[in-house]
C-alpha cells in the first residue's frame, strides 16, 4: 500500500506543530519545508520528531527540507508560511508581507504536487487561500474543490471551549458554527451551537451567551496579547490535522471552512467561512443553512471585511 505524503510547507510554531498532530495520526508521511535561509532546521525539527515515533507509537515519517523537489507529488500540501501577529497587529496587517510569500509557494507547490488538496493557514486567511487559488487555477488547473482555509475548525474549537467551561460539561458535548470570515467579524451562530444537541440559548443567558460570542470573535487576540512575541499555534494546528484527516479518510465530514464562493450565501468570487462536506476530492459540497435576516447581515459584514482585506492584495 503506497502511504499518504503529506507536505507541511513553513516548519515554524504552526508548521511543526501540525506535524506534531498529523504525526502520530498516522495518516501519512510528512515533509516539513522551510526557506533555505533556515539552513538544516527543518530538518532538525523533522529528526526530532520521527525520533518520538518508538515512544508513541507512531511509525511516521517525517523529513525536513528546503527544496521542493522533496515534496514532489503531496497528497495534501499544508501551507502555514508567513509571519504572524505581533501585538497591536490586527491580521490583515500582514497582507503585503504574505502576499510576496503566499505567491512564491503556491507556484512551487503548483509546480511540483499539481494534484493536491492545499489547505492553506497563513493570514489574513480568507484572503491568502484566494491568493493562492487565484495562483493555482490559473497555471496548475486546481479546481475549486482542491484549495481550502483552515479558520472555522479554530474558531468553532474556541467556541466549544468557552461554552463547555461555562456549563460545566465535556467538550465532546459541544458543538459550535462559527462562519464568516477570519476576522474580528465572524459570525459565531448561536442557534446552532449545541450541548448534547440542544441549543445553548436553552441553557445559558443572554449576557454569558454574548460574552463567549465576543470571546471567541476575540480569540486568536487574546492568545496574542498572553504570547507576546507571536500567534496561537496548538489550536490552529489541531483544526488542521482535523482537516487533513477528513480528507485523506474520505470522512465526508461537515466542517465549518473557507471556501471559494460562487453565489452561496450572496457572495461570490471570494474565499469566506461555510459548513462544508471534506473528503478524498477536498471540498465535495458547500452547505447552505438559512439563515435569519440578522444572521446575514452579519455575515454581510465579515464578507465586507474580507473584501477591504482583499482590495489590499496587488493582483
Ligand atoms: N516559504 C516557506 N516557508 C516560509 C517562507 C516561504 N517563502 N517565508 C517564510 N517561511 C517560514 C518561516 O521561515 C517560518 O519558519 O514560515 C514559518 C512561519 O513560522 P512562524 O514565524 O513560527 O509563524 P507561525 O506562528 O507558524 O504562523 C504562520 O500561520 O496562523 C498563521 O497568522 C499565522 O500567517 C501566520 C502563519
Given at each position: 500500500m503506497t502511504r499518504n505524503k503529506i507536505t507541511i510547507v513553513g516548519a515554524g510554531f504552526v508548521g511543526a506543530t501540525t506535524a506534531h498532530w498529523l504525526a502520530e495520526r498516522e495518516l501519512g508521511d510528512i515533509v516539513l519545508l522551510d526557506i533555505?535561509?533556515?539552513?538544516?532546521m527543518p530538518k532538525g525539527k523533522a529528526l526530532d520528531l520521527e525520533e518520538a515515533g518508538p515512544v508513541l507509537g507512531y511509525d511516521t515519517r517525517i523529513t525536513g527540507t528546503t527544496d521542493y523537489a522533496d515534496t514532489k507529488d503531496s497528497d495534501i500540501v499544508v501551507v502555514t508560511a508567513g509571519a504572524a501577529r505581533k501585538p497591536g497587529?490586527?491580521?490583515?496587517?500582514?497582507v503585503g508581507i504574505n502576499q510576496k510569500i503566499i505567491t512564491e509557494v503556491a507556484h512551487n507547490v503548483g509546480a511540483t504536487s499539481p494534484n493536491a488538496i492545499v489547505i492553506v493557514v497563513t493570514n489574513p486567511l480568507d484572503t491568502m487561500a484566494y491568493l493562492a487559488y487565484t495562483i493555482l487555477s490559473k497555471h496548475?488547473?486546481?479546481?475549486?474543490?482542491?484549495v481550502v482555509g483552515q479558520a472555522g475548525v479554530l474558531d468553532s474549537a474556541r467556541m466549544r471551549t468557552f461554552i463547555a467551561r461555562e456549563l460545566g460539561v465535556?467538550?465532546?458535548n459541544t458543538h459550535a458554527f462559527v462562519l464568516g470570515g477570519?476576522?474580528?467579524?465572524?459570525?459565531?451562530?448561536v442557534r446552532y451551537s449545541t450541548v448534547a444537541g440542544i441549543p445553548i440559548t436553552e441553557l445559558l443567558p443572554p449576557d454569558r451567551i454574548a460574552a463567549i460570542v465576543q470571546r471567541t470573535r476575540q480569540g486568536g487576540a487574546e492568545i496574542v496579547n498572553l504570547l507576546k512575541t507571536g500567534s496561537a499555534y496548538y489550536a490552529p494546528s489541531a483544526a488542521v490535522a482535523e482537516m487533513a484527516e477528513a480528507i485523506l479518510k474520505d470522512r465526508k465530514m461537515i466542517l465549518p471552512c473557507s471556501a471559494y464562493l460562487?453565489?452561496?450565501?450572496?457572495?461570490?468570487?471570494m474565499f469566506f467561512g461555510v459548513p462544508v462536506k471534506l473528503g478524498r476530492s477536498g471540498i465535495e459540497q458547500i452547505i447552505e443553512i438559512k439563515l435569519l435576516p440578522e444572521e446575514q447581515e452579519m455575515l454581510n459584514k465579515s464578507a465586507a471585511l474580507v473584501r477591504s482585506t482583499m482590495s489590499a492584495l496587488k493582483l
Open positions: 533555505p535561509a533556515t539552513e538544516t497587529m490586527s491580521r490583515e496587517d500582514l496548475y488547473g486546481f479546481t475549486k474543490q482542491r465535556s467538550v465532546r477570519h476576522g474580528d467579524e465572524m459570525v459565531p451562530l460562487e453565489g452561496e450565501y450572496g457572495l461570490r468570487e
